[in-house]
């Protein structure tokens, strides 16, 4: 398996928390899962707690799971101040050591597109699908390639988003990326400037998944996919969606 390449992207978790602090809108999906399900829910990937916390102060026993050690000491102080109680696992998704089974598992939000290899997301899913009581769901969440966005060159910086609330002023953020069809990766380079001045940059690569491989990949794994959807809206999975959001079973 290829070793992971995410962690120095993940190191400042204060600049993550700062960078993603107006994100929500993924936030109601998976709240609405885990409060009808009722748990135990496990966040893969979880971060900061981003979702985990929320999803906890509503009564959900859930439990995050990450392999940075950053982010989940900045979650633990989080968890604290928020006044939940939430158990945090560093641990690496590809190796998962559970003393429990879980009703859903999820990981949102592109974060299993770290795994850059094949061996490595089918030891994910099957982890994953080992850990799942009956009849529990396992959610995999990632992006829909667009054609258009794989054909860009890395030279070619466009306008990527805008963080109007950081610390100090408005940061600009600009992309350069390339896809390398060899091996599925997208290579992102992201330049953060404030007033003219680089601030920092990252270097983030994504495995690609096009929509009928991820479904090979769910079967090869012994996971029955029963929902394919294509937002956090709910709707239906179609060419144009952004999102290949998959609910899956564990096939008996």
């Known amino acids: 398996m290829i070793s992971l390449d995410c962690l120095p992207i993940y ?7 700062m960078e993603f602090e107006e994100r929500r809108h993924e936030l109601p999906f998976f709240h609405r899962l885990s409060t009808e399900i009722g748990g135990p829910v496990l966040e893969v990937a979880c971060g900061t707690g981003r979702l985990t916390i929320p999803i906890a102060q509503d009564g959900v026993d859930i439990t995050g799971l990450d392999v940075s050690r950053p982010m989940l000491e900045r979650a633990r102080v989080k968890a604290q101040k928020a006044g939940v109680r939430i158990p945090w696992l560093e641990q690496d998704c590809r190796s998962m050591r559970l003393d429990q089974s879980f009703a859903l598992i ?3 939000t592109n974060a299993m597109q770290h795994l850059l290899d094949i061996e490595s997301v089918h030891a994910f899913l099957c982890g994953a699908r080992q850990a799942l009581r009956p009849g529990g769901r ?6 829909n390639p667009v054609l258009t966005k794989l054909l860009r060159k890395a030279d ?8 109007p609330h950081a610390d100090g002023g408005p940061i600009t953020v600009e992309a350069g990326s390339e896809y390398r069809a060899d091996t599925q990766i997208l290579h992102f380079d992201l330049f953060y400037i404030r007033s003219g001045e680089l601030l920092r940059t990252k270097n983030v690569n994504m495995r690609v ?9 769910c079967q090869w794994s012994g996971l029955r996919v029963l929902e394919r959807l294509g937002d956090y809206d709910g709707s239906l999975f179609t060419v144009g969606s952004p999102k290949q959001i998959l609910i899956c079973e564990a096939v008996s």
């Open 138 to 143: 396992l959610v995999i969440d990632v992006f």
């Open 106 to 108: 999820f990981s949102a």
């Open 11 to 17: 190191a400042d978790a204060g600049f993550y928390d």
């Open 156 to 163: 070619d910086r466009y306008g990527f988003k805008t963080l």
């Open 209 to 217: 998944f096009f929509p009928q491989e991820l479904l090979a990949l």
